[in-house]
């Protein structure tokens, strides 16, 4: 069942920290550059690729065409974060991360959650798709947003692929888990953002949650995306959505 927006986002926002966000409630819906299907026609699969801070969508739809490469029929969009960032002058973020302590993060995920939960309902319905044709990769803070909105879903989508990302509230996860669609992370061991160990952590916890978790730890990679970790995701995605 699809979310009523503007429900979930008043229950998501009736805290404090959600008074910036609830301020512009009417003006929420996402949108981002898109590409595909290449093949033409209607679209077969949706894949929705999830910016990190202080970036905006077009830092991941360049991906779109290379994914394309191996699935034509599939659509591809990156919607921009819905608040600009609070540690630049310049591009967007999903939540603040000036306080990066569990909590606080935890918090922000879950107070953005809705908004991106709706609009892949919205694209989904638009596509005439299901959940079962449905992929989120996310980068950094992206992957964030992929992990909380995607294992939460009341279907499961195809796939979720996460670079360079962190796990938020896993102490949360065995009480709000609902979907357990595959995961690939890939992450580089020179990241100097956030840090490699943060891939362990993630994948015992999804694997304590009974998700199955493939995951890449790139040599020498700092926080960025490898062309390694671009065929890994591809491989992924064509076995997840395969026509």
């Known amino acids: 069942m699809a979310y009523d927006k503007r429900a979930a986002l008043k229950s998501a926002w009736g805290n404090p920290e959600g008074g910036q966000a609830l301020a512009k409630i009417d003006v929420m819906d996402l949108d981002g550059p898109r590409f595909g299907p290449e093949a033409g026609g209607e679209a077969t699969a949706l894949v929705v690729l999830l910016h990190g801070l202080g970036a905006d969508g077009n830092d991941l739809i360049a991906l779109a065409p290379g994914f394309a490469r191996t699935l034509p029929g599939a659509a591809f969009i990156a919607p921009n974060a819905p608040f600009p960032c609070d540690m630049a002058p310049f591009g967007l973020q999903w939540f603040s991360l000036q306080e990066r302590g569990g909590d606080a993060m935890l918090s922000g ?105 493939e995951s890449h730890v790139r040599p020498g990679l700092g926080h960025g995306i490898d062309p390694q970790g671009i065929g890994l995701a591809a491989g992924a995605l064509l076995r997840a959505l395969e026509e």
């Open 109 to 213: 995920a879950r107070m953005v959650a809705p908004i991106l939960d709706a609009f892949i309902d919205q694209e989904l319905e638009r596509l005439g798709l299901g959940d079962d044709r449905l992929a989120l990769v996310g980068f950094s803070q992206g992957t964030m947003m992929a992990l909380q909105v995607g294992l939460r879903r009341p279907n499961p989508c195809a796939q979720i692929v996460g670079f360079s990302g962190h796990l938020v509230g896993a102490q949360n996860l065995a009480e709000e888990i609902v979907s357990r669609p595959p995961v690939l992370l890939v992450h580089g061991d020179a990241d100097e953002i956030i840090p490699v160990q943060a891939l362990p952590a993630a994948v015992k916890a999804l694997k304590a949650n009974k998700v199955t978790v």
